[in-house]
T-cell receptor, first 114, second 112 residues
Framework: DTGVSQDPRHKITKRGQNVTFRCDPISEHNRLYWYRQTLGQGPEFLTYFQNEAQLEKSRLLSDRFSAERPKGSFSTLEIQRTEQGDSAMYLC????????????FGSGTQLSVL | KQEVTQIPAALSVPEGENLVLNCSFTDSAIYNLQWFRQDPGKGLTSLLLIQSSQREQTSGRLNASLDKSSGRSTLYIAASQPGDSATYLCAVEVNRDDKIIFGKGTRLHILP
């Protein structure tokens, strides 16, 4: 197993365009999280899945953001009509869930909105 | 609402010193607490996880303690090395199957 994979590593887009990020969690991990991180800040929770079910979505997430996890495997995060304030590192993490299960992060997707 | 605070925001110490990083949380009803390390431009790596029923966890030169009643955790790093330079973040899971909330981290610089 190669860990949590995120694609792409970097994305540069113009304001108003749509972007989609992909996350492949560690196989058999039933929990998958999306976080956003800006420079000097801790990861900010966006949403998370238990298998294919999206259990919670942050109130900070506008309607322009949507996430899916079909069949409980990989996940996608789409941002529509991007704004300059969306520029950040988008991090994906997965875990088995449970008292002793650590969270494993991918390397992130760095989004720059021009 | 759970909030996680880390003090100090940044710390520089000479190589070889022992040091303590602090984390506090506002809601003591946590399920577990994790300490992470993050190198610049990279993802996070989990270092230690403490269940709510535990008081501490150790891994090599790292020791994390948890005082749930006072809403505090510390990460102790013994005999610091330049390779320990990174940002250290703590995160709490409030209830089972709930989201995990992070602090802003402590940027640690070990001076050779």
């Amino acid at each position: 197993d190669t860990g949590v994979s995120q694609d792409p590593r970097h994305k540069i887009t113009k304001r108003g365009q749509n972007v989609t990020f992909r996350c492949d969690p560690i196989s058999e991990h039933n929990r998958l999280y999306w976080y956003r991180q800006t420079l000097g800040q801790g990861p900010e929770f966006l949403t998370y899945f238990q298998n294919e079910a999206q259990l919670e979505k942050s109130r900070l997430l506008s309607d322009r953001f949507s996430a899916e996890r079909p069949k409980g495997s990989f996940s996608t995060l789409e941002i529509q009509r991007t704004e300059q304030g969306d520029s950040a590192m988008y991090l994906c993490a997965s875990s088995l869930g449970g008292a002793v299960e650590k969270l494993f992060f991918g390397s992130g997707t760095q989004l720059s909105v021009l | 609402k759970q909030e996680v605070t880390q003090i100090p925001a940044a710390l520089s110490v000479p190589e070889g010193e022992n040091l303590v990083l602090n984390c506090s949380f506002t809601d003591s009803a946590i399920y577990n607490l994790q300490w992470f390390r993050q190198d610049p431009g990279k993802g996070l790596t989990s270092l230690l996880l403490i269940q709510s029923s535990q008081r501490e966890q150790t891994s090599g030169r790292l020791n994390a303690s948890l005082d749930k009643s006072s809403g505090r955790s510390t990460l102790y790093i013994a005999a610091s090395q330049p390779g320990d330079s990174a940002t250290y973040l703590c995160a709490v899971e409030v209830n089972r199957d709930d989201k995990i909330i992070f602090g802003k981290g402590t940027r640690l610089h070990i001076l050779p």
